[in-house]
């Protein structure tokens, strides 16, 4: 309705309007043109001005009002740091203020389900039990399990490294619909489970280690619909676990506790066509140095933690602590000098990729330099592309330790 009153009154003010501006016949002589001109443009002004004006009071004061107060209440939250461009360099960083999540640095197996067969089992895992298909859901591809199930990522049994991260997205339907319970289970060499993380119903998460519930909350809010992460940060000893920025659980000290393999398990809350049990990508990476090690061990820091979207240079939120650590080094490092170098893979064209890693550079620069109040003559960018790769671009596994952010010691 809104749109057809807009549409009425436009059309009637204009030809009103132009109608009135229009001269006589003869009366301005060789200034008609001219004045034509002006008169139009006056014209267009002025309908744009009462059409707003009409439509508004048509559509009721009280709802421009509110649109308003909205609009103004949104943008007060947290003003995003701003590139020369004027485009926002990061994501809003308020829901992971107290977000400590840094993921491992060395990949060791990472599935994106990118190249797959729809409606064949993911190559690269390997069946426990159920029944799994690969499906193409909501412009991206998932697993999906059409009754329980389990499975594992294809990698070697051993004891799991010293330090580790395990990042798994997982599908939630939303709504009032009760949700599906989804597990990570650390297996012992028997194939028993010996520990798992399960977030179940999208608002409950339990942790149980050799039998014993270590933890169990209930998160802030029911899971939206959409795509959620499940997130593991562990040592040999602790374990610190996470569903999307908030954290569920933190161990401080763990006995006997000694995992050689990862298993997914997906748990239906009853079968239902419209709401699939899906599972998207799945990235598992060994933990490294801190960031003050590997400056000072090798004169550079090397963080996959810096995250942005496929093709975008805006910082995701899920890069807070990576960046609040590097802003911290430098801050209690006055005389530091930095060079900011992004890096990608070989995916896409060369030149794409080196104006991305170019621009992603400048993203992470001007986030310091706004949000820790760095000097900017300390930091300079540079963007190399793909030109540099520190592992195979034939793997998923070499493509994602590729992609990354490096500070060079100057």
């Known amino acids: 309705m809104r749109h057809f009153i807009k549409f009425l009154m436009a059309a009637l003010i204009a030809v009103g309007l132009i109608g009135f501006a229009q001269p006589a016949s003869g009366q301005l002589g060789s200034l008609k043109k001219k004045v034509k001109n002006k008169v139009e443009k006056k014209a267009d002004d002025k309908v744009d001005q009462k059409l707003d004006d009409a439509v508004d009071k048509a559509a009721g004061d009280g709802e421009k009002s509110e649109e308003g107060k909205e609009e103004k209440s949104a943008d007060a939250k947290q ?73 594992m990522p294809k990698i070697a049994v051993g004891l799991l490294p010293a330090k580790y991260t395990v990042e798994m997205d997982f599908y939630n339907k939303g709504g009032d619909s009760k949700a599906h319970w989804y597990y990570l289970h650390w297996l012992n060499e028997e194939g028993q489970s010996i520990g798992n993380l399960c977030v179940k119903d999208a608002v409950y998460t339990n942790l149980r280690i050799m039998g014993k519930d270590i933890a169990s909350k209930q998160l802030q809010a029911r899971l939206s619909s959409g795509k959620h992460t499940m997130r593991v940060m562990a040592t040999k000893t602790t374990l ?62 090397v963080t996959h933690g810096i995250l942005f979207d496929s093709g975008s240079d805006k910082i995701k939120g899920e890069s807070y602590k990576t960046l609040a650590d590097i802003g911290a080094l430098l801050t209690e490092n006055p005389t530091l000098r930095l060079s900011i170098e992004g890096h990608t893979d070989s995916d896409g064209a060369d030149d794409a990729n080196l104006k991305l890693s170019q621009n992603r550079s400048a993203s992470v620069r001007t986030y310091l330099i706004d949000n820790y109040k760095i000097d900017g003559g300390r930091l300079e960018t540079k963007g190399f592309g793909e030109s540099k790769p520190i592992d195979i671009n034939t793997s998923a596994e070499g493509k994602a330790n590729n992609r990354r952010v490096e500070l060079v010691k100057l």
Do not use: H
Request: charged share 25%.
């Open 79 to 151: 003003p995003a740091p701003v590139g020369k461009a004027g485009t926002a360099t990061a994501e809003s960083m308020t829901l992971f203020t107290k977000y400590d999540f840094i993921p491992g640095d060395k990949v060791i197996f990472y599935d994106d389900l990118g190249g797959e067969e729809l409606g064949e089992f993911p190559s690269r895992w390997k069946l426990d039990n159920g029944v799994f298909e690969i499906v193409k859901q909501f412009g991206q591809n998932w697993i999906m399990c059409t009754d329980q199930g389990a499975i």
């Open 240 to 301: 610190k676990c996470y569903i999307d920025n908030e954290r569920v659980a933190n161990v401080p000290a763990i006995d006997g506790f000694k995992p050689v393999q990862l298993q997914v398990t997906m748990d239906p809350w009853k079968d239902e066509p419209d709401n699939p049990m899906l599972i998207g990508t799945f990235r598992y990476a060994e933990g490294g140095k801190t960031l003050k090690q590997q400056l000072d061990e090798a004169g550079k820091i």
